[in-house]
């Protein structure tokens, strides 16, 4: 969970809310005018309307809590998606908010017009700008609104403490690398092209890709099964940061990316071998994940 | 940092149609003061938009179209008043023209203009009006147009009630307001002059002519004009409540005019100090008229005084007022001569006067000219010649009225008694003019006010008589003496009355003296209503600098300062604040949710554990994990978890349900194990 470190509520008069200022005014004016008993009640009511519209609004908003903040994997260019997750503490309505966060390189778009559910949270999906690769941190998350008359803007800023990480945005038209064998063993008859021999069933474990199950069986109503084809699935890929010599930095990091996708998505094993760190062989979801934070982080000790 | 952009709130059709309400009732406000037509267009407009809001495909209408209805509604306003400063071509052009951006109103912005056009009209309405049922209404207008704005910021909240949320943000502004309205300074007279329709702004009341048959039209109405305080030891008895008002001294044998007189004739007009202290409260009437008891001697500052002791406002009282008056009571006001001007004028005659008028006056005159006598010797023919007073005289000639009443119909009522009385003393060479005002008036038992009514309007006369001066003589009492008893009440029986004997007279005068139930009962109400619009009148629509000055030192606070008052005011700003976050339960801002508890305690439990709780997972990322890590404690844990999701993210919810989760999470037995 993220750790709050400060949250601060403002309440600024809109546009729409100077141009009411201006008709109270105006009938103020009418009504000193014309010495008009009726127009000095209608305005004075209007001023007193103004003041419990900013309660209102401002006892709205700070009666709202961020519970929880999820930040989904990202990658550069494509902005960072964040799962937020409010709650509204007040027993009254639940009226429309607008939310936003910010990283450090300022606020995403609000997000809105989002109305809390009745038994007070809801999520919200905003988005902040991430233009790079790297570990970033969020900043601040904040919630408006406008209730109950639109002159009133209500915000509540939080500050928050989350790290997370910009995968490189996968890129690159490189061939893939020469896969090597995990058993070098060539009697027994598998051969580096052959993937297609069938060799038998196991059971199927955690992590593991969906593709090779044997879908027949399970619609049977065995457990899942994974088809072993020799070769296939023993054959293992190093993704070598010195294979892209004399491309720059972020376009390795790019197409080193592009690759470790594919290899998820293919369900091959795959190693990543980077300067200053090297990933043993492995698959899964884990593995992809901890080979796109040693990319996303690439650099970062110098 | 820069801020995020802009989020723009979508209109939605139902806060729309909140707002077609509000405009509805906004115009809804003026359709008695403004030319049928304006809002009629308006209510066209509004209808035709709802139209095509019904039919959800129906575009609006093309730019070129509003455009050339908001010229054409401006260029019928322009001929319909030939101009458009002042109030009535404002209004009107004010509602055509919102009515017209209507027409447009697809975003958040038009509908924030709407609301504010709406804000307008309902101030607009108090320039025509400012009685009690006037302000009820803006205050439901006012609520109206908050409403929409409600509707349309509450987004899709199935919860909220946008008219319960302006009812209490109103209630909740009515401190603060009342606080400003009492304490906001009130400064004299205008900054510009009102333009417009003034004149004719269609309050009724005495003009400032009479004919014999004008006031036929108001005696019909109960309608209360004056409201008298005075001490109920001084108060005269019903008789001697005359209510001068103007005198008139020229006539063309059809219209009594009050004629030109310059201020400069002498002797025409007495003060003094002592006399019944009068505090008067009068209702417009749209001439500048003042009343007060038969005959003011001292009259209030601002106030001009006329010969023949009457007083006139410095403008046309078009707004209620207020004025302190002294009057002497008695039947004769002393004066030792009659300015020779005036005394032509108290004989004029008109051209033409009906020789059968001559022949009767010829044998009164041959007894004596006395004017006590001849007054007299009219008075008896009124008694004996078959006069009747009835408020439905008939018609009479039209280029001789009183010469036909007298002699021929011989039926009407004061103004035809007055008129026909002042003619025949003229003939008789006796200076003669009348006098128009109000008599009687009843006492309001709530507040001991006395109160007197359209149909208390009376014209009556009085003749000169040398050396002591001007002597009131009311002819129509000598045909019904019962009017000076019993004023106004009994102008729907008396029709009846004249046409009977003396018995039949008096029991119809006890049937309209004794009243039903139902009659007590209205009666009731009446006075009721009349103190409720006195006191609204005198403290809230004549609250000036005055009442101001009266209700701060009656409160105590009067001599405060500037920087008191706003104190003051920022105290009840306060309260209005708090009142707010009361009416709405919003809650204090350190309260923290149970659910919230409940779950940091799990997370930390869990945690302490030795499992890592990462800020993007959700309960059942943990609860999966907590399955594996702990499966001794898992169906515990599963448990919780998922009544933490009913609670936090289900449709029902339930108070006490939170407290035992908080309960069950303490008791969860996690194996504690520090992590490495």
Same mark, same amino acid.
């Given at each position: 969970m993220a750790r709050k470190r400060g949250a601060v509520t403002r309440v600024r008069l809109t546009p729409a809310g100077g141009a009411y200022m201006l008709i109270v005014f105006a009938i103020l004016v009418a009504a000193m005018n014309y010495s008009n008993s009726m127009a000095f009640i209608l305005c004075f009511l209007m001023l007193g309307t103004l003041i419990s519209s900013a309660a209102m609004g401002r006892g709205y908003v700070a009666g709202v809590r961020l519970r929880h903040v999820r930040i989904h994997p990202a990658f550069a260019g494509r902005g960072v998606k964040l799962t937020l997750e409010l709650i509204a503490l007040n027993e009254g309505g639940r009226p429309a908010l607008f939310a936003s966060a910010a990283g450090v390189d300022g606020w995403g778009d609000a997000f809105g017009p989002i109305n809390l559910h009745h038994s007070g949270a809801m999520v919200a999906d905003v988005g902040i700008p991430a233009p790079g690769r790297g570990s970033f941190r969020l900043v601040a998350v904040q919630w408006e609104t406008r209730y109950p008359l639109g002159v009133f803007r209500c915000r509540r800023e939080v500050q928050v403490q989350a790290p997370y990480l910009v995968y490189p945005n996968p890129e690159g038209q490189r061939p893939w690398p020469q896969p090597e064998s995990r058993w070098y063993d060539w009697t027994e008859g598998s051969h580096m092209s052959g993937g297609d021999d069938f060799n038998g069933l196991r059971p199927w474990r955690v992590g593991e890709s969906w593709r090779h199950i044997d879908w027949k069986s399970v619609a049977r109503g065995r457990s899942p099964n994974i088809k072993e084809f020799s070769g296939g699935g023993q054959v293992r890929t190093w993704f070598d940061w010195n294979h892209l010599a004399g491309m720059p930095v972020e376009s390795r990091l790019s197409q080193l990316t592009r690759w470790v996708l594919d290899a998820a998505h293919l369900g091959v094993e795959y190693g990543l071998r980077l300067p200053e760190k090297s990933i043993e062989a492995g698959s899964g979801t884990r593995h992809t994940r901890t080979c796109l934070e040693a990319l996303a982080r690439y650099g970062e000790d110098q | 940092m820069s801020r995020p952009q802009r989020a723009v709130m979508p209109l939605s059709s139902r806060a729309l149609d909140r707002m077609k309400l509000a405009f509805l009732l906004a115009v809804a406000g003026q359709v008695p003061h403004l030319p049928i037509w304006t809002t009629i267009m308006a209510f066209l407009l509004l209808a035709w938009r709802h139209y095509l809001d019904r039919r959800r495909r129906r575009p609006l209408p093309p730019p070129g179209v509003r455009l050339a209805l908001a010229l054409g509604a401006c260029v019928v306003v322009y001929l319909q008043?030939?101009?458009?400063?002042? #109030?009535d071509p404002g209004v009107s052009a004010l509602v055509v023209l919102a009515a017209v951006k209507l027409l447009e109103v697809r975003q958040s912005r038009d509908f924030h203009l709407m609301g504010y056009l709406c804000y307008f009209l309902t101030a607009a309405l108090f320039l025509f009006t400012q009685e009690l049922p006037a302000l009820l209404f803006g205050v439901v207008q006012l609520l109206a147009v908050n409403a929409a704005f409600l509707q349309l910021y509450a987004g899709r909240s199935g919860s909220l009630r946008p008219l319960r949320g302006a009812s209490g943000m109103l209630l909740a502004s009515v401190p603060v307001a009342v606080v400003l309205f009492i304490l906001f300074p009130r400064y004299p007279g205008p900054l510009w002059g009102l333009g417009g329709a003034a004149g004719e702004s269609g309050v009724s009341g005495f003009s400032d002519t009479l004919q014999p048959g004008s006031v036929a039209r108001m005696v019909e109405s109960q309608r209360a004009v004056m409201r008298m305080k005075v001490a109920e030891a001084e108060l005269p008895p019903p008789r001697q409540r005359y209510f001068r008002g103007l005198v008139l001294w020229l006539t063309d044998g059809r219209t009594w005019y009050p004629g030109r007189i310059g201020e400069n004739i002498a002797g025409s007009t007495r003060r003094g100090r002592?006399?019944?202290k009068q505090e008067i409260m009068l209702e417009p009437h749209g001439q500048r008229w003042l009343f007060a008891l038969d005959y003011p001697v001292r009259v209030p500052p601002g106030s001009l005084v006329s010969p023949g002791n009457v007083f006139r406002y410095h403008r046309r009282v078009e707004r209620p007022i207020r004025y302190r008056v002294d009057s002497r009571i008695g039947g004769i006001i002393p004066e030792p001569d009659l300015h020779p001007y005036l005394r032509r004028m108290a004989l004029q005659l008109p051209r033409?006067?009906?020789p059968g008028l001559r022949t009767l006056v010829e044998p009164w005159l041959r007894e004596g000219t006395d004017a006590r006598a001849l007054a007299e010797r009219v008075l008896e023919f009124f008694r004996s010649a078959g006069f009747t007073y009835s408020l439905q005289p008939g018609n009479l000639d039209p280029r001789d009225p009183v010469g036909d009443f007298l002699l021929n119909t011989r039926r009407g009522f004061c103004g035809h008694y007055a008129a026909g009385f002042a003619l025949l003393m003229r003939l008789g060479e006796v200076p003669c003019r009348i006098v128009a005002g109000y008599q009687g008036g009843e006492t309001n038992p709530v507040d001991g006010q006395l109160v007197v009514r359209d149909a208390d309007a009376h014209a009556w006369t009085e003749i000169w008589l040398d050396g002591r001066g001007w002597l009131r003589v009311d002819p129509t009492a000598a045909v019904v003496p019962e009017r000076l008893e019993y004023g106004g009440r009994l102008n729907a029986s008396l029709d009846e009355m004249a046409a009977g004997t003396a018995e039949d007279r008096s029991s119809v005068l006890r049937r309209a003296m004794t009243e039903g139930g139902l009659a007590r009962a209205w009666r009731w109400i009446r006075d009721y209503w009349d103190v409720a619009r006195n006191y609204w009148q005198t403290?809230?629509? #004549?609250?000036?600098r005055y009442q101001q000055r009266s209700l701060l030192s009656r409160l105590g606070? #009067?001599?405060?300062?500037r920087a008191g008052k706003l104190a003051l005011v920022m105290l009840f700003v306060v309260f209005t604040w708090r009142l707010t976050r009361w009416l709405f339960r919003l809650p204090a801002q350190r309260r923290r949710d149970p659910l919230e508890k409940s779950w940091r305690l799990l997370e930390a439990r869990l945690s302490r554990g030795g499992m890592n709780v990462e800020s993007w997972q959700g309960p059942l990322d943990i609860s999966r994990q907590a399955r594996r890590r702990f499966p001794n404690q898992a169906d515990a844990i599963d448990q919780v978890i998922q009544t933490y999701i009913r609670l936090r993210y289900g449709v029902s919810f339930a108070a006490g349900v939170e407290k035992s989760l908080l309960r069950r999470v303490r008791k969860l037995r996690i194996p504690r194990r520090w992590k490495a």
């Open positions: - | 008043f030939g101009f458009f400063m002042g #109030r002592d006399g019944v033409e006067v009906n403290w809230v629509v #004549r609250y000036d606070v #009067r001599g405060i300062q």
